[in-house]
C-alpha cells in the first residue's frame, strides 16, 4: 500500500471500530443493570440490547445508495451524528423506554456501506482486498474491545455514563472522518462495493449465499439472546458485576487455540463445509451445557469459553466465504443483505431472547436457542465450499464498451475467467478468476 492509503486504511477502520464499540460496549454489562430503568422487564431489556440491530437491517443498503447520490463523507457524517443523538437520549433516560428510543437512534445510523464505498474510493484496485479485510478486522476487534472495556468502565462509571461515552466517540470518528480522512475525487456508483438494486433479487435467491446469510442471523441471534442472559448468570456464580472482564478475557484468549486450528483445517486442507458444522455443532452443545450445567462459576466458564471459542472461528470464516460465492460486479450487494442479516439477528436475539427469559426462565432460554441451533444445522447442511477464486477488475477500452454481450462471451472464453459482470457507467469488467490460471495480459 501506498503511504496515503495505509493512513486511509488506518484512520477508516478506526472509525468503524469505534462505531462497533459504540453500540457493543453496553452488551456484556446492560442486562446486569437494566433494573435501574423504571418500566424494565426482561422482553423490554433485550428489546434495548437489539432494537439498533432493525434499524441497521433496514438502513443498510438504503445509507449506501444514499452515499451514491450525496457523497460518502456527507451520509457518513449523518450516521455518526444520529448515533451521538441516540446516544444523548440513552444517557438522559431513566425509562426502558427511553433506552429503547436512544438505542433505536443510535442503529439508524448505518454507513457500514458508505464507509466500505469510501475506502473503495481512495484504494487502488489491487489494494483494495487488503482494505475491506482491515475494515473487517475492526469489527471483531471491537466487539472483543467492547466485551472488555465495558465491564471495567463499570467498575467506575455508571450505564448512562457508558451511553455518554459512545456519543463521545461517535463525535471523535466525526473528527477524524473529516481529518485524517481524503476526500475522494471519483465517488459515485461501484459495482463491487455499492449495492445494485436490480441485482438483489438474484441474490437473494442465491443458495449458497442465502445459508452465508442464514448463519449470520443465527449467530447474532445466539450472540444477543446470550448476552441477555450469561451476564446474570455469572453474577449469580459468585463474580462481581464489575469483574466480569476477567470471565471474558480469558475466554477470547483461549479461544485462540480452537480458532487457529479451525481456520487452517477450513483454508490449508480445504474443509471448509466440516468446520462450518463443527461450529454450529459446537454451538448447539454450548447451549445445551449452559440450560443443564450446574450454576458453578467453573461451569460457567467452560460453556463461556466454548461458546467464544465457535463464535470467533464463525466470524471469520462468514465473510470471507460472502466475498468468494458473490457473483462478480455483485460483492457490495451480497455483503449488503449480508450485514443486514447480520443486524436483524442481532433484534431478533435481543427481542426474542428477552422474551423468552421472562416466559421460560434461563433453562427455557437457552434449550430454546438449542432449537435454534438444530435449525440452523438442518439448513446449512446442504452448504458446499467454493472454489477458491479472485476478483479482478480489467478496465474497457472505449471500443470495448460498445461491445457489450460479445465483449462478455470473449473474457469468460480466457483461460482461468470464471464469470464476468460488465459496468459500461464505470468503463470496467468485473472478473472471478482462477489466479492458478488466469494471466491478467490475456483480458487486453
Not at 50 to 55: A, K, P, R, S
Not at 92 to 116: E, W
Not at 145 to 156: D, M, N, S
Request: aromatic share 10%.
Amino acid at each position: 500500500m501506498l503511504p496515503v492509503e495505509r493512513r486511509t486504511a488506518a484512520s477508516l477502520a478506526l472509525i468503524y471500530m469505534v462505531r462497533m464499540l459504540g453500540l457493543f460496549i453496553i452488551l456484556p454489562v446492560f442486562a446486569l443493570f437494566a433494573a435501574d430503568f423504571e418500566n424494565s422487564t426482561p422482553f423490554l431489556m433485550g428489546l434495548a440490547l437489539g432494537i439498533y440491530g432493525l434499524l441497521q437491517a433496514m438502513l443498510q443498503i438504503p445509507f449506501g445508495l444514499l452515499s451514491d447520490r450525496i457523497g460518502r463523507k456527507r451520509t457518513i457524517t449523518i450516521g455518526l451524528a444520529l448515533m451521538a443523538l441516540g446516544s444523548v437520549v440513552a444517557a438522559m433516560s431513566d425509562t426502558i423506554y427511553g433506552v429503547i428510543l436512544g438505542r433505536a437512534l443510535q442503529g439508524s445510523g448505518a454507513i457500514a456501506a458508505a464507509l466500505m464505498a469510501l475506502a473503495a474510493d481512495l484504494t487502488r484496485d489491487e489494494q483494495r482486498t487488503k482494505m475491506m479485510a482491515m475494515l473487517g478486522a475492526s469489527i471483531g476487534f471491537s466487539f472483543i474491545v467492547a466485551l472488555l472495556l465495558g465491564p471495567l468502565l463499570i467498575k467506575v462509571f455508571s450505564i448512562s455514563m457508558l451511553f455518554w461515552f459512545t456519543g463521545l466517540t461517535s463525535v471523535l470518528a466525526m473528527i477524524l472522518l473529516h481529518t485524517t480522512v481524503p476526500d475522494p475525487t471519483g465517488g459515485g456508483y461501484r459495482a463491487d462495493t455499492s449495492a445494485n438494486v436490480a441485482s438483489l433479487g438474484q441474490l437473494f435467491s442465491h443458495p449458497q449465499l442465502r445459508r452465508l446469510n442464514v448463519s449470520i442471523f443465527f449467530l447474532h441471534l445466539l450472540i444477543t439472546a446470550s448476552f441477555v442472559a450469561v451476564p446474570v448468570l455469572l453474577l449469580n456464580g459468585g463474580l462481581e458485576k464489575t469483574d466480569h472482564w476477567q470471565a471474558y478475557l480469558p475466554a477470547m484468549l483461549l479461544s485462540v487455540f480452537f480458532m487457529v486450528p479451525m481456520i487452517m483445517m477450513a483454508e490449508r486442507y480445504s474443509r471448509m463445509r466440516l468446520v462450518l458444522l463443527i461450529c454450529v455443532v459446537g454451538m448447539l452443545l454450548t447451549q445445551v451445557l449452559f440450560a443443564v450445567l450446574p450454576g458453578t462459576l467453573f461451569a460457567l466458564l467452560l460453556a463461556v469459553v466454548l461458546f467464544f471459542s465457535f463464535l470467533n472461528t464463525l466470524e471469520s470464516l462468514l465473510p470471507s466465504l460472502v466475498s468468494r460465492i458473490a457473483p462478480a460486479g455483485s460483492r457490495g450487494g451480497a455483503s449488503g443483505i449480508y450485514s443486514s442479516c447480520q443486524f436483524l439477528g442481532a433484534f431478533v436475539g435481543g427481542a426474542g431472547g428477552g422474551w423468552l427469559l421472562g416466559t421460560a426462565g434461563f433453562s427455557g432460554l437457552f434449550w430454546g436457542l438449542a432449537g435454534v441451533c438444530v435449525l440452523w444445522l438442518v439448513l446449512l447442511f446442504p452448504f458446499e465450499a467454493p472454489r477458491k477464486l479472485a476478483s479482478h477488475r480489467y478496465k474497457l477500452s472505449t471500443e470495448e464498451q460498445g461491445r457489450g454481450p460479445a465483449l462478455m462471451n470473449d473474457l469468460l472464453a480466457q483461460p482461468g475467467v470464471e464469470d464476468v459482470f460488465l459496468s459500461p457507467e464505470e468503463g470496467v469488467a468485473y472478473m472471478k478468476v482462477d489466479k492458478q490460471v488466469f494471466r491478467p495480459s490475456d483480458a487486453s
